[in-house]
């Protein structure tokens, strides 16, 4: 059963919820904030070692704060600043959902229809969540999906993993949990394209990004190729912070595709604040779809939603149409993150104070974002400069980090040392298939198994023990996988699991 939470924000604007929640500090209304800010800024990124980054900050449908700090590529002079193009990444979600609000505002479908009436092409593995699934839950993450993120790194077009879709197991019971996961926003992307005869790409720059004339927004890296200036990806290797390539996922648009910097943002954050007002006159959503997006869809276990929980302390934890929802000193907070490789964003509204914040940083999960976050509301919410976030998320991720690499100790340990493949490295060669995520191909280079998956994606494969191998991925940064191979009561290899996700051996041509 789905839960819905619609009489979160009436009872908050009442202020009688949560309001033994608030933190009690006195507040120091005459300190320049713009300059306190400024200053933490640039020592937040000293201690996360970001190399650049952008901030705004709007306030009763005012910029308060806008500026943009260190550089574009760590080593080269270009500055990063307020101009300066950057992933949005899945703060995206929120402009998809606006965009859908759109249809629905001109009848042409309700949250509340069933994709396979407005939808017919889609279906998912389970028929009755294929029957019972309504364009709300495209929105949710609570459909049965687990992460599913393979379809589009592998470089499937939008259509393609529509169809694959259907071959992916559900994770859970339908609308029983919450597992975040994008596939489902570009098959929002795909039905906007459906019921208005436009793409995506085309539907939410004529229809969003132009009339709030956000002239520096782009649907994607291609179109924002114009830029004079694009952050650089970068990860920490080692004591040093590199540039790293970007890679492009032009699929995955609707989920996390779009390019902005702070010039423009702002413009987004007042519009959003402003319940869909343009210029405080003209809607582009009638009011009861834009209190649709923030009203609280489902509720977020704590193992789904940020560890910063263990900071902030709320009651509870939602997500709305695009929005990570939670409540902080009595009030709510609407907010996303947005993560690709190399590259950050976070947005932070507080509709009740007209609050809102947008950072940039291009710096591989640099979690300083939600430092800067909480820390802007802070001081224009509540003028209250006591906390210092920064210090405190960094001793919360060092400490993730330290709890990461003491299980991949206690991995190691559990390792069994001595054994060797079943078989010859070549006997697990040959092409090897899924039915959702297409073939890979494992070959031998030297002596070194190697997984070639669809868009020039590589798992190198170590051996670890029997006949299971822990494979690196070409791209370093990304995380390691492991891979188990299966043979059959003749001794042959059959299928290789990697994960979850089972791939069985083609029986090869002669």
């Keep these: 059963m789905k839960l819905y939470y619609g009489w979160l924000p009436s009872l908050l604007s009442l202020g009688v919820l949560f309001s033994f929640g608030q933190t009690k500090h006195t507040a120091d209304r005459t300190i320049d904030k713009g ?26 449908d005012e910029v308060v704060f806008r500026k943009g700090f260190g550089v574009v590529e760590a080593g080269k002079p270009a500055p990063f600043t307020t101009g300066t193009v950057g992933v949005c990444a899945s703060t995206t979600k929120a402009m998809t959902a606006v965009c859908m609000g759109m249809l629905v505002d001109e009848g042409k479908l309700q949250w509340s229809d069933k994709l396979k009436d407005v939808f017919p092409e889609f279906s998912l593995y389970d028929p009755y969540v294929s029957a019972e699934l309504t364009v ?15 379809l589009w790194v592998y470089g499937f077009p939008r259509e393609e993993i529509i169809r694959r879709l259907h071959f992916i197991p559900p994770a859970y019971s339908f609308r029983s949990s919450f597992i975040y996961q994008n596939c489902m926003y570009i098959v929002a992307g795909e039905l906007i394209k459906k019921i208005s005869g436009q793409n995506w790409e085309d539907f939410i720059t004529h229809r ?4 709030l004339g956000m002239r520096h927004t782009y649907a994607s ?13 970068h990860y920490i290797i080692g004591d040093s912070v590199r540039p790293i390539p970007f890679l492009e996922y032009g699929s995955v648009g609707p989920a996390g595709g779009v390019w902005s910097c702070a ?9 959003m604040l402003d319940s869909a007002r343009v210029d405080h006159r003209h809607l582009l959503l009638k009011p009861m779809t834009w209190n649709e997006l923030f009203k609280p869809q489902t509720m977020v276990p704590d193992n789904e939603f940020y560890p910063t929980t263990k900071l902030t302390h709320p009651v509870w934890t939602t997500y709305g149409l695009g929005w990570f929802q939670h409540d902080y000193r009595g009030r709510m907070v609407q907010f996303h993150t947005g993560s690709l490789d190399g590259v950050v964003a976070i947005v932070g509204l507080i509709p009740s104070e007209h609050l809102g914040i947008y950072i940039l940083g291009n710096l591989d999960h640099s979690e300083v974002r939600h430092a800067l976050m909480y820390k802007a509301m802070d001081l224009w919410g509540w003028s209250d400069n006591s906390r210092d976030w920064s210090a405190e998320c960094y001793a919360l991720y060092k400490k993730l980090r330290d709890d990461r690499r003491r299980k991949d100790r206690e991995k190691e340990a559990e390792r069994v040392k001595g054994t060797m493949p079943s078989l010859p490295l070549t006997a697990y060669t040959g092409l090897y298939t899924n039915e959702a995520y297409g073939d890979a191909r494992v070959v031998l280079a030297g002596d070194t ?3 070639l998956f669809p868009n020039d994606v590589r798992l190198d494969l170590q051996h670890w023990n029997y006949d299971t191998f822990i494979g690196h991925y070409n791209y370093f940064w990304w995380d390691k996988d492991w891979v188990v191979f299966s043979l059959d009561g003749e001794g042959k290899v059959t299928q290789l699991r990697k994960d979850d996700i089972v791939y069985i051996l083609k029986p090869e041509k002669k």
Aim: glycine share 6%.
């Design 221 to 233: 890296f291609t179109l924002s190729a114009r830029e004079p200036s694009h952050e650089v990806p």
């Design 35 to 60: 300059a306190v800010f400024d200053s933490y800024i640039r020592k937040a990124m000293a201690l996360w070692r970001t190399p650049g980054m952008s901030v705004v900050v709007v306030k009763d």
């Design 136 to 150: 709300r839950d495209l929105f949710t993450h609570n459909a049965g999906l687990g992460n599913t993120d393979g």
């Design 263 to 271: 010039d423009d943002m702002d413009k987004w954050m007042r519009f």
């Design 449 to 451: 198994l190697k997984m």
């Design 208 to 211: 969003l990004f132009e009339p």
